[in-house]
Structure formats: C-alpha cells, structure tokens
C-alpha cells in the first residue's frame, strides 16, 4: 500500500512537471508570436498587407502548439477570435481604400491616375527599400513617392488630352490619400495584434498562476 502511494506521489509529479513545461513551451511560442507580429504592424507601414500576415502567424502558432499540446485540448486562440481580427482587417482594407480613392479623386484624378498610384505605390516600396536602407522609413518614402509618380503616368497616359503641369494636383491627392489610407489601416492592425495577444496569452498564463497559487 505504501508503495502505491509513492508511486502515485511520483507520478503525480512528473504530471505537474510535464504540464509545467507545456506551459512554458506555450508562453515562449506566444512571446515569439508577440514580436513577430509587433513587426507586422510595421509592413502596414509601408503598404504590404501585415495584418493579413499577423492573422497567418496566429494560425502558425495554432499549429505549433499542437505539437506538445494534448490530444483533444482546447486551442490556444479561440476560433471566434479568429473572425473578430478578420473583420477588424477587412475594416481596414475597406478603410485604406476610401481613404486613398476619396485622396486621388479630391485631386481630380482619373481611374487610369487611381491605377498607376496603387502599382507606383507598390514599386516604390521595393525601390525605396532597396535604395534607402534605413527599415521602414525608406519604404515609406519609396511608397510616397511611387505613388505620386504612378499617378503622374497614369494621368500623362489617359485617353484624354492631359499636360505634365495638370498632373500635379492629381499626385499630389494621391500621395495624401495614400498617407490617410495608410493612418487609418495601422490602428486597425494594431488593435488585431492586442486582440490576438491577449486571446494567446490568457489561456498559459491562467494556468501558470493557478499552478503557482497566485
């Protein structure tokens, strides 16, 4: 009988200790995940779409954690959570693109100028991280740039008969609708990453306190 119980102490240890260790495996992958996505806020920055990517590593570290997760346990983002940031994201997408169209018509430019700001938006991210080598700010200016310069083409290449002198105005909507696309679509990013870390973190640190009797 002693020896049934002893035996039971010991497993009951190894119990805890496995559990333990899950959950320090859980918070060093929710740590990882936390940065990863603090830096995807800043490819929102520049235009690249790191809300979409910030949802992606939230379903990446879903996965991961089912390596040492038992079998048939809850996962560690609930799937509602999920739709919550979705729809957060799809705000901000929707929310960019007023931003940037309402900027580029004010100027008065055509949907051919709405068309070569979003491509010279895109293209001057990569040029502009290429040449200017400093993270983030030379993206940006990249961005800003090609934007106003891909609204210039696309306004110098209409159908109708356009000057180089009438462009101005049109680039120059483009780049600040760009600019307010861009402000409105970061705090939506932002918002996603508090909700998916604080969704990430509940679980493992509920159970660590409980386990330390805090």
């Known amino acids: 009988m002693r020896f049934r119980l002893e035996r039971r102490r010991v497993l009951s240890r190894l119990q805890n200790r496995k559990e333990d260790l899950m959950v320090w495996l859980d918070l060093v992958a929710v740590l990882i995940f936390i940065m990863l996505g603090a830096g995807s806020i800043t490819l929102v920055v520049i235009g690249l779409p790191g809300t979409w990517l910030l949802i992606g590593l939230a379903i990446g570290l879903e996965f991961i954690q089912r390596l040492w997760a038992p079998s048939g346990s809850e996962w560690l983002?609930?799937?509602?959570?999920?739709?919550?940031?979705?729809?957060?994201?799809?705000?901000?997408?929707?929310?960019?693109?007023?931003?940037?169209?309402?900027?580029a018509k004010k100027g008065g430019a055509s949907r051919r100028g709405m068309l070569g700001s979003l491509l010279g938006?895109?293209?001057?991210?990569?040029?502009?991280?290429?040449?200017?080598?400093?993270?983030?700010?030379?993206?940006?200016?990249?961005?800003?740039?090609?934007?106003?310069?891909?609204?210039?083409?696309?306004?110098?290449?209409?159908?109708?008969?356009v000057q180089l002198k009438d462009t101005i105005k049109p680039a120059?909507?483009?780049?600040?609708?760009?600019i307010l696309g861009t402000l409105a679509k970061v705090p939506c990013a932002a918002i996603a990453w508090v909700v998916l870390c604080a969704a990430a973190l509940h679980e493992p640190m509920s159970t660590l306190y409980r386990s330390t009797g805090l």
């Open 121 to 161: 938006g895109l293209i001057g991210t990569v040029v502009g991280t290429v040449l200017i080598p400093i993270p983030i700010v030379g993206s940006l200016i990249g961005a800003v740039i090609g934007c106003g310069a891909g609204a210039i083409i696309g306004e110098l290449t209409a159908e109708h008969d």
């Open 77 to 103: 983002i609930p799937w509602w959570v999920f739709i919550v940031v979705v729809v957060i994201a799809i705000i901000g997408e929707v929310l960019e693109f007023l931003a940037g169209a309402l900027g």
């Open 172 to 178: 120059a909507g483009a780049v600040v609708g760009r």
